[in-house]
Each structure stands twice: as structure tokens, then as C-alpha cells.
């Protein structure tokens, strides 16, 4: 079982939805978790950087860890046709390497 | 700009010659990785380096070399590329290994072995 699994999609939905991208892993010693957004053509950048369980903020997008269910979650407000791209999930210890989703493709439709 | 640099950005080559994609990142990061991204695998880490002269194998290294001598580079070198090579390759960088800081990745080459 790979240890962070990500539901590939393709997701469609309309402009000004709220969106909910999701992960789970397996690995109880991920302590860091990431999103990143990857444009066609392009490298993933960084998006969200959360440390253990809780809620992250930043602008239109919140980042939640849940420990206990080992699952992760990327919520996208007010959501623009600029956000269409390919997010990508990770995770991640104090040692070891950075594990990454297979991403899920999202397309926001004017 | 902090900017993670690949080169080339595209390349056709054939079968057995040799070949090397260079990166290059100038945050003085110490922890650089190599990645390649296919369709429904997703991104997988080929080789990755904790700091000059200290490199290891990651995931998928079959078919792969890498070399730190500098900080700042960390070229991928293909021996004797074969078709099943063919891919998107990535080289990242970051402050610390691990999930102890976010990676900062280039902007990708597209490789073609016929």
C-alpha cells in the first residue's frame, strides 16, 4: 500500500465553489504535511506547510490535519478558474524522504 | 529570485547515449532531491542528497547516477538511457530533509528516449 493515497480525479466545479481535495497516509510517523500545486508544464509549488493536527489559513485556502484518522484536506474557497491545476498531497517525518500523492487534477469552470 | 534551475528543459535523445540534466539552486539549501513524474504514478524520488558529497538512492535509482560536489549543483546523469526512462524529471531542493521544510522544485524536463 503506498503510503499516501490520493484520489486522482478529474474534479470539475463551478467558479465561486468551495472545493475539498483530500488525502489519507499511512505512515503514523508523518509529522509535516504539505500541498502543493502543479500547473501544466510546470514544477509543483508550495501551498500549504501544516505541522501535526489542526487548521492552517491562508487566504482562500485552509489546510487540515486530522492525526487520528490519518487523513489530510485542502479547502478551497471562492474558488477561480486561476486554481485549475493538479494539487498534490505530502507527507513527511524528522527523517526519511517526503512522500507525495498522485495528485488530483482540478478544473474550475468560469 | 530563489529559483531552482534545470537544464534542458526539453531533450530527445537515443537509446545508449549518454546523457546528463544539470540543476542548480541558489538558496544554499543543503538537502537536493531528483524526481520523476509519470501518469498515474505519480512523483517518485530517484536519488537524494543531505549535503556535499553525501548522496543516496531514493525509490527508483535503477538506470540513474547523481553526484553533489557543490552545494548548489546536483546533475542527473543517465549512463545508457533506454526507452522506459522516458519521462517528466524534477530536481528539488530544501532548507532540511524530510518533511522538515517544504522543497522547492524546478521547472521540470521532459525527457524522450527513442
Given amino acids: ?110 | 529570485e530563489a529559483q531552482v534551475t534545470q537544464n534542458p528543459r526539453y531533450l530527445i535523445t537515443v537509446t545508449g547515449k549518454k546523457l546528463t540534466v544539470t540543476c542548480s539552486q541558489n538558496m544554499n539549501h543543503e538537502y537536493m532531491s531528483w524526481y520523476r513524474q509519470d501518469p498515474g504514478l505519480g512523483l517518485r524520488q530517484i536519488y537524494y542528497s543531505m549535503n556535499v558529497e553525501v548522496t543516496d538512492k531514493g525509490d527508483v535509482p535503477e538506470g540513474y547516477k547523481v553526484s553533489r560536489k557543490e552545494k548548489r549543483n546536483f546533475p542527473l546523469i543517465l549512463e545508457s538511457p533506454s526507452p522506459n526512462q522516458t519521462s517528466l524529471y524534477f530536481c528539488a531542493s530544501s532548507l532540511y530533509g524530510g518533511g522538515l521544510s517544504g522543497a522547492f522544485f524546478g521547472q521540470g524536463t521532459r525527457l524522450t528516449v527513442v
Fill in chain 1, 1 to 110: 500500500q503506498k503510503e499516501v493515497e490520493q484520489d486522482p480525479g478529474p474534479l470539475s466545479v463551478p467558479e465561486g465553489a468551495i472545493v475539498s481535495l483530500n488525502c489519507t497516509y499511512s505512515n503514523s510517523a508523518f509529522q509535516y504535511f504539505m500541498w502543493y500545486r502543479q500547473y501544466s508544464r510546470k514544477g509543483p509549488e508550495l501551498l500549504m506547510y501544516t505541522y501535526s493536527s489542526g487548521n492552517k489559513e491562508d487566504g482562500r485556502f485552509t489546510a487540515q490535519v486530522d492525526k487520528s484518522s490519518k487523513y489530510i484536506s485542502l479547502f478551497i474557497r471562492d474558488s477561480q478558474p486561476s486554481d485549475s491545476a493538479t494539487y498534490l498531497c505530502a507527507g513527511g517525518g524528522s527523517q526519511g524522504n517526503l512522500i507525495f500523492g498522485k495528485g488530483t487534477k482540478l478544473s474550475v469552470k468560469p
